[in-house]
C-alpha cells in the first residue's frame, strides 16, 4: 500500500530523492514520515510532514533534508541534499491514519565516502 522508491548509491556531498506513493486505499491521511534504519541500530524518525504542510526534522538531517507532498497523489517526497557516509540506512515511509499506520517496504541509500 506504499512503494517507496529511489534509493541508491551516492557519494558524499551528493543529493538523492526518495519518493513514497500510497495507494488509493488508505484513506485521511494525518501525516506521513520518514525514518531510516542502520546497520545494528534502532529505527529513527528522521522527517514527517502533516496534511497542513508542517515539518519537523531530526536533527542530524536539519538543513541537508527536506521533505514535501503531494496531498492530492498521497506521495511524500524526501530530498536529501550534502549526504554524508553516516546517512547510510534502508529508508522507510509511514503513513499515520486516525486509526493506523501503514509503512512502506523500505529502499536502501549508501552513501560512499
Known amino acids: 500500500q506504499l512503494q517507496a522508491s529511489g534509493g541508491g548509491l551516492v557519494q558524499a556531498g551528493g543529493s538523492l530523492r526518495l519518493s513514497c506513493a500510497a495507494s488509493?486505499?488508505?484513506?485521511?491521511?494525518?501525516?506521513m514520515n520518514w525514518y531510516r534504519q542502520a546497520p545494528g541500530k534502532q529505527r529513527e524518525l528522521v522527517a514527517t510532514i502533516t496534511t497542513g504542510g508542517t515539518t519537523n526534522y531530526a536533527d542530524s538531517v536539519k538543513g541537508r533534508f527536506t521533505i514535501s507532498r503531494d496531498n492530492a497523489k498521497n506521495t511524500v517526497l524526501l530530498q536529501m541534499n550534502s549526504v554524508k557516509p553516516e546517512d547510510t540506512a534502508v529508508y522507510y515511509c509511514k503513513a499515520q491514519t486516525i486509526s493506523d499506520d501503514y509503512w512502506g517496504q523500505g529502499t536502501q541509500v549508501t552513501v560512499s565516502s
Open positions: 488509493g486505499t488508505i484513506f485521511s491521511i494525518n501525516a
